[in-house]
């Protein structure tokens, strides 16, 4: 990738600056690039660069010691990011040393990172869908947290945007709760889904199984590749098939002649000018060198993810805002939240002997959220809001006889029988915001650039848990329904965090006494500061979130590149 800083010069100026290069980031530098605007991006990270940095993306499990399984020394560095059960030696490289950035936990919480140029839209779910005005007129019909200002028809357009260009695979339901998007072809559902899709859908009206919404590429689109089934997504896809910003924003972003990149460098706080109200640039650490640089630029992106978006605004202190840059509303860095999820069921099936399925789907089923659809009728149920559920089919391959007793030609034999077909359902439920959910900096204990910790107080609640046990039965009878046997029910909750869907400590609002950002991601203090990562939700939906932020991103930078035009920054 070209015109890459390595080292900053002081003082260095550009039209806008853009904090992080992930999900949100990379969609920022694209749309402020293709706009006319020289972007610089700032990550902490160090530079991935798409098919050239993706060490394992052709391995086998016999081209890896262990398989691929952690080393102990890996494991022990990276105790909590294997929290998340997404991380083995395939892509550890992608996920932080735990103990080199340490963080204060006085509840659990699972931060899950991934410290380069692209972040972790190299390892994301890709999972998309939309939100619909169930969920964003939730908080003012119920009276919880403070009324998105916003609605359907104000991104509707923008998510028809984004996706043309990711490249959404999926079916259309006609769901007024989880609106249909520019979808490519769907990929198929084997046949024990489809079998369990009839049998469900029969027996429970209202319910649907349908195939993810997923950000793979099942027809070509702008001379990226279509996803061959590898299931080798968060290793990084050289086809360029799994959507991320090193594959497709940032080379968008940088085909312009308007993006530098620079890696390796930690931004710490954005530079206030307290006559004109206005953010000056950023004061930057670089990550191997400890030189301090700063960067000047007449807007600013924040995009560098929840938590280390909030720090920095936190760490941005002044005599105008002693508490963090834009505070004065006293909510940034409260109202944290995620997805609770790992919950449901799972059961083997009887049939199908004589049917399997090519190749490894990366992807599976997805059931949409059916409680609480019209804000009353459920409530009885002694919860608010509602889940859906992600899982899929499959049958056991030769992994099934590891630790099996036998020898001999008969058992070798046996090895290369499939086995029985399985399914499992897990569910992803909606976490409330809940001003006593907070992060916050402790000053007195510093990282090894001199920068304060971050202290995590959060935990779910009692809606939290009296929706767990709909999530968890509902499964089962579901599973039922479709004719598995010996069915096994699992919730293992974990801490917030796990969902890594972590959003709402900068959130949008009609009133900047009670929010950060206004209906456009800008600070209503700062008008130059824009915040379009997760931290600008207001609440937190039951679907997976990107696509959402991806939508606020492109027209948050519409917005602002109209406003300079103005003149009005």
């Known amino acids: 990738m070209s015109n890459i800083a390595i080292t900053g010069k002081a003082q260095q100026t550009y039209d806008a600056i853009v904090i992080g290069s992930g999900i949100s980031g990379g969609w920022a530098a694209k749309e402020l690039c293709e706009k006319g605007l020289r972007t610089l991006v700032l990550d902490r990270g160090r ?9 394992t993306m052709h391995m086998d499990p016999w ?7 952690l080393t102990a020394q890996q494991a022990s560095e990276q105790h909590i990011q294997r929290r998340s059960g997404f991380v083995d030696a395939t892509n550890s490289h992608f996920f932080v040393n735990d103990v080199l950035h340490p963080y204060i936990e006085e509840q659990r919480f699972d931060w899950i990172r991934g410290y380069q140029v692209g972040g972790r839209s190299l390892t994301w779910g890709r999972q998309c869908y939309r939100w619909s005005d169930l969920d964003f007129e939730a908080n003012a019909r119920e009276g919880i947290g403070v009324d998105w200002p916003i609605r359907y028809r104000d991104i509707e357009p923008w998510y028809d945007y984004v996706e043309r260009f990711v490249g959404v695979s999926g079916e259309k339901l006609g769901l007024p709760h989880l609106p249909d998007g520019q979808f490519l072809k769907p990929m198929e559902l084997n046949c024990l889904e489809r079998h369990v899709k009839e049998r469900v859908e029969k027996q429970f009206p209202g319910r649907y199984i349908t195939i993810g919404r997923v950000a793979h590429l099942t027809e070509p689109i702008n001379g990226r590749g279509t996803c061959q089934y590898r299931n080798r997504c968060g290793r990084g896809c050289p086809y360029g098939a799994y959507f991320s910003s090193n594959a497709v924003t940032l080379p968008a972003a ?14 710490t706080s954005i530079l206030y000018d307290e006559d004109t109200g206005r953010a000056t640039g950023v004061q930057v650490i670089d990550a191997a060198t400890r030189e301090a640089t700063e960067y000047f630029a007449r807007i600013i992106f924040c995009n560098a993810s929840t938590v280390a978006t909030t720090a920095i605004l936190l760490n941005s202190r002044s005599s105008r805002f002693p508490n963090g840059l834009g505070n004065d509303s006293g909510e940034l860095g409260h109202n944290m939240m995620d997805h609770h999820y790992f919950v449901g069921a799972m059961g083997v099936y009887d049939g199908f002997e004589d049917e399997y399925y090519k190749g490894r789907r990366p992807n599976g089923v997805y059931i949409p959220r059916y409680r609480n659809l019209d804000g009353a009728s459920d409530r009885g149920r002694g919860y608010l809001r509602g889940y859906g559920y992600q899982g899929g089919a499959g049958r056991g391959g030769w992994a099934d006889g590891i630790n099996a007793p036998g020898f001999g030609a008969a058992f070798k034999d046996g090895l290369f029988q499939p086995g029985p077909w399985g399914m499992m359902l897990n569910g992803f439920g909606e976490v409330l915001p809940d001003h006593r959910n907070h992060m ?4 007195d204990q510093t990282d090894q650039w001199g920068q304060p910790l971050i202290v995590f107080n959060c935990g779910f609640g009692e809606n939290e848990l009296a929706m767990r046990k709909d999530m968890q039965a509902d499964a089962a009878e579901m599973l039922e329904a479709g004719g598995l046997r010996d069915i096994v029910t699992f919730d293992y909750i974990g801490a917030m965090g796990k969902g890594v869907h972590e959003m709402g400590t900068a959130r949008m609002g009609r ?33 997976n979130p990107s696509i959402t932020y991806m939508a606020l991103t492109a027209r948050a930078c519409a917005y602002a590149v109209d406003e300079m035009k103005k003149g009005n920054l």
């Open 47 to 55: 530079l991935v660069r798409h098919v050239d940095d993706y060490p």
């Open 254 to 267: 940088e085909a312009t002649g308007n993006l530098t990149l620079r890696p390796d460098a930690i931004v």
């Open 63 to 69: 081209d890896m010691p262990g398989a691929g399984a």
């Open 440 to 443: 916050r900096l402790d000053y």
């Open 511 to 543: 009133d900047p006494r009670t929010s950060v950002l206004n209906a456009f991601n800008q600070m209503h203090a700062v008008p130059n500061v824009f915040v379009t990562d997760g931290s600008c939700m207001t609440s937190s939906s039951c679907v």
